[in-house]
């Protein structure tokens, strides 16, 4: 009847409506574990910018002690400040291959495949208007869409349940051929129609019927229920990203601005070490300042990516189309 028919097309968006709800979270783990790779390539060249420069540093204080200008201890700090660093070298570069192992599970790659990624980490900023993503989030998130399709089809549930109050209709309909020779089976004149029907009228039915309509409206009304409580999850996680958004957008901007900071106050602490008017800590504390400014700018441009990502997926935007 028209009810089930109703029913199984429904049934059938449910079915869609749940895949692409799990496309659009393995899609959002990819982009997690691939910019969560390029955030550990560009930590790992930040430990090792530091590294570097606190090498060549403790080469140089070493040189002037030999020459009698800086103290022991100046050379004992420098070289310190080198094991300092070394372990943050060697965890960044574990990092890179935590990663990529997660990466490769994700994408069924063998853990001995190699896997070469390329890509920046970089961002461009969107313009971030909130009530846009929530309107789009409502017709596009596939939790959403579940819901909606669940008042529908406990809707139709009341009206397949009422249909026992009112006589049943059945109709049948059968066209055939019979003949003794074969060969004359299809001639029209050895044709038959038959056409059938039956009605069925309810007198008591111990009130069963009403027993499913009552039973038929508990479920639509808590689909409207579980509904309401979806699209107030929808507009949390909307505003949560939009949160995430301005707050990444506003380290990006600090963070950017640093940077030539720190790299010129690095610059004027080796000028004035070499001139005997800053101290060595001074140069110590200016290189692990730029470092920090650089890891900041990093995690301020990741959660940025994130922040995006877990919008497209609130938003219900699919990011790999399948091709038709």
């Not at 004992?76 to 300092?84: A, D, P, R, W």
């Not at 299809?186 to 044709?191: A, G, T, V």
């Not at 069925?200 to 309509?213: E, G, I, R």
């Not at 005997?276 to 920090?292: E, F, K």
Request: net charge neutral; charged share 30%.
């Amino acid at each position: 009847n028209s009810v089930n028919l109703k029913q199984s097309r429904i049934n059938m968006k449910i079915q869609q409506e749940t895949l692409r709800a799990k496309k659009l979270d393995v899609e959002f783990e990819t982009k997690r574990l691939f910019f969560g790779l390029l955030l550990a390539y560009e930590t790992a060249r930040i430990a090792q910018d530091l590294l570097d420069q606190a090498n060549a540093h403790y080469i140089n204080v070493k040189s002037k002690f030999e020459q009698g200008t800086v103290s022991k201890f100046d050379v004992l700090q420098s070289k310190v400040q080198i094991s300092k660093v070394i372990p943050e070298v060697v965890k960044a570069r574990n990092d890179i291959d935590l990663v990529k192992a997660e990466l490769k599970k994700l994408l069924s790659l063998k853990m001995q495949d190699p896997l070469n990624v390329e890509g920046k980490l970089d961002c461009a900023f969107i313009e971030i208007k909130e009530g846009d993503f929530l309107g789009e989030a409502y017709s596009r998130n596939p939790q959403m869409i579940l819901r909606l399709l669940g008042v529908d089809m406990t809707k139709w549930g009341i009206a397949f349940a009422k249909a026992g109050y009112g006589p049943m209709i059945n109709a049948n309909f059968d066209y055939n051929y019979k003949a003794g020779d074969v060969a004359n089976m299809f001639n029209y004149k050895h044709s038959n129609w038959s056409v059938g029907g039956k009605v069925t009228v309810p007198l008591f039915d111990a009130f069963s019927t009403k027993a499913k309509v009552d039973g038929a409206r508990v479920k639509y009304n808590q689909a409207g229920l579980e509904k309401e409580n979806t699209a107030d999850q929808v507009a949390v996680d909307i505003t949560r990203a939009c949160l995430d958004l301005k707050e990444s957008m506003a380290i990006i901007g600090y963070e950017k601005d640093g940077i030539e900071e720190a790299k010129e106050a690095l610059k004027i602490a080796n000028i004035g070490y070499d001139n005997g008017v800053m101290i060595n800590l001074d140069v110590l504390d200016a290189q692990v300042s730029l470092s920090q400014v650089e890891r900041n700018l990093a995690n301020g441009i990741y959660d940025y990516l994130i922040a995006k990502a877990f919008l497209d997926k609130t938003m219900g935007k699919e990011f790999f189309k399948e091709e038709k």
